[in-house]
């Protein structure tokens, strides 16, 4: 069991260098007047180089290197994981105990698709949801 894991923590992590690798690349072919993606690991990848906005010399700037770039990718993915989950979860609690906020979130549901159960959701649909955003909204404050 052990060296299973070990297996699959071994081909995540070859997955992980390789987005890594590949983002360097990107950002060696930007052209240093042309503005780079804004996401975390662009931010990661440039901090304390030329290409960092908030770059100051001295003397004592430390890149970060690809293997502590890995370690926060795979915090950021595994602990966003579990806060989707938790509140799925505890959206799911709150409705099952509270059948009122069920029936309502339900009726609202059956009006917005009105039986339609297979078509896909569309912004409209999402924004006339206001009781079912209110639940999650409810369960995030």
């Known amino acids: 069991m052990a060296n299973d894991i070990l297996q699959k923590l071994d081909f995540i992590n070859q997955k ?3 987005v890594i690798k590949r983002r360097r690349q990107e950002i060696e072919d930007i052209p240093l007047n042309e503005p780079l993606p804004n ?5 990661m990848i ?3 180089t030329l290409r960092d906005d908030n770059y100051i010399e001295t ?3 430390r890149i970060m ?7 926060n990718l795979l915090d950021g993915i595994i602990g966003g994981t579990y806060k989707s989950a938790n509140m799925l979860s505890y959206i799911i609690y709150y409705i099952a105990h509270h059948p ?9 549901i059956d009006n917005v698709f009105q039986g339609d ?9 999402f924004y006339n949801l206001k009781y ?7 369960i995030l404050i």
């Open 39 to 43: 996401d975390i690991l662009t931010s």
């Open 100 to 108: 009122i906020v069920k029936m309502k979130m339900l009726k609202e």
């Open 132 to 138: 079912c955003e209110a639940i999650v909204n409810m």
């Open 16 to 18: 992980l260098d390789a």
């Open 59 to 61: 003397g004592a700037n």
């Open 65 to 71: 290197p690809d293997s502590e770039i890995r370690v």
């Open 117 to 125: 159960i297979i078509r896909p959701i569309t912004k409209d649909d």
């Open 46 to 48: 440039i901090k304390n």
